[in-house]
Antibody
Framework: EVQLVQSGAEVKKPGESLKISCKGSGYSFTTYWIGWVRQMPGKGLEWMGIIYPADSDTRYSPSFQGQVTISADKSISTAYLQWSSLKASDTAMYYC?????????????WGQGTLVTVSS | EIVLTQSPGTLSLSPGERAALSCRASQSVSSSYLAWYQQKPGQAPRLLIYGASSRATGIPDRFSGSGSGTDFTLTISRLEPEDFAVYYCQQYGSSPHTFGGGTKVEIK
């Protein structure tokens, strides 16, 4: 069974750093890309970027380029989303999701989401 | 970047009725790389339709997708109680793979 299991909810202060994770199982982790999607409270879905764990090829949305870093450790089948300095506006639910190729394939499996709250 | 506009924002219908949700793109979506997702409160999105008209695994046949170029439609032939949710379209042919703003289907 394909599963993407994300790390737990986080509460942070502005200016702090954070790294959340997404562990894949039930499939060949290095055959698929992993993407990250933001959902701010009460709002829609925003595509942040994707990574190919086999070689760490990464594509970012211009809206998120330079704001976050996407990485992966193929040895433990885990992808990451990290911030160096959080802002209150980073408060959101973050989902990871799997896709077969960077273009031409949708997100077919999703993680359960990680809620990030940034508040002083 | 391709902008997707979904309409209406909210659709108020009764169980058993037919729902038609629209997704319009600011430029042509290559090879009909258009997907629809369903999201229920407190849950992650779920893939319903890909390639504009192909149902994902396990999706009931009351869900159908159509369209090409810049105009796409998700149709739910007869609404079941579990279909009341928010629906998003996404194009995945051109990076970034943008989402529409969503249509909420609510019980009338």
């Amino acid at each position: 069974e394909v599963q993407l299991v994300q790390s737990g909810a986080e509460v942070k202060k502005p200016g702090e750093s954070l790294k959340i994770s997404c562990k894949g199982s039930g499939y060949s982790f290095t055959t698929y890309w992993i993407g990250w999607v933001r959902q701010m409270p009460g709002k829609g879905l925003e595509w942040m970027g994707i990574i190919y764990p086999a070689d760490s090829d990464t594509r970012y949305s211009p809206s998120f380029q330079g704001q976050v870093t996407i990485s992966a450790d193929k040895s433990i089948s885990t992808a990451y989303l990290q911030w160096s300095s959080l802002k209150a506006s980073d408060t959101a639910m973050y989902y990871c999701a799997r896709l077969y190729f960077w273009s031409g394939y949708p997100f077919d499996y999703w993680g359960q989401g990680t809620l990030v709250t940034v508040s002083s | 970047e391709i902008v997707l506009t979904q309409s209406p924002g909210t659709l108020s219908l009764s169980p058993g009725e037919r729902a038609a949700l629209s997704c319009r793109a600011s430029q042509s979506v290559s090879s009909s790389y258009l997907a629809w997702y369903q999201q229920k409160p407190g849950q992650a999105p779920r893939l319903l339709i890909y390639g504009a008209s192909s149902r994902a695994t396990g999706i009931p046949d009351r869900f159908s997708g159509s369209g090409s170029g810049t105009d796409f439609t998700l149709t739910i032939s007869r609404l079941e109680p579990e279909d009341f949710a928010v629906y998003y379209c996404q194009q995945y042919g051109s990076s970034p793979h943008t989402f529409g703003g969503g249509t909420k289907v609510e019980i009338k």
